[in-house]
């Protein structure tokens, strides 16, 4: 379902990129610098690279936003490795582990949000 809309997102996004892109094959001069003469690009290519820069300051837009996520999706990593050694270490102490304590460290470890296989 996610796909499905992810290709209807990118249809509406590329149809009008491609027809700005056909509708506009004129050149321009782009003035860049009052120091020096101007260049001639198609307008086409111009929006296009507004468009690339708009790209990219999204992508960083959301790395930046997402940082505290990372942050504590680091911490919980830390923790469930933690967990797993302590519940090893019990393990190794009493030569198993009383299913009590097995439920208590696998309940906790379960409601941490990352992947179990790290």
Not at 44 to 71: Q, T
Request: contains cysteine; positive net charge; charged residues 20%.
């Amino acid at each position: 379902m996610v796909a499905f809309f992810r290709t209807i997102l990118g249809l509406i996004v590329t149809i009008p990129i491609a027809a700005f892109c056909g509708l506009n094959l004129q050149v321009v001069d782009v003035t860049y610098s009052p120091f020096h003469d101007p260049i001639q690009l198609p307008l086409y290519a111009i929006g296009l690279v507004f468009a690339l820069f708009g790209v990219l300051f999204g992508a960083f837009s959301v790395w930046l936003n997402n940082s505290p996520l990372r942050k504590e999706l680091r911490l919980f990593k830390k923790r469930v490795r933690t967990l797993k050694k302590e519940l090893k270490r019990w393990q190794e102490q009493k030569g198993g582990v009383d299913s009590a304590v097995s439920a208590i460290v696998e309940k906790e470890v379960s409601s941490l949000p990352v992947s179990q296989n790290e």
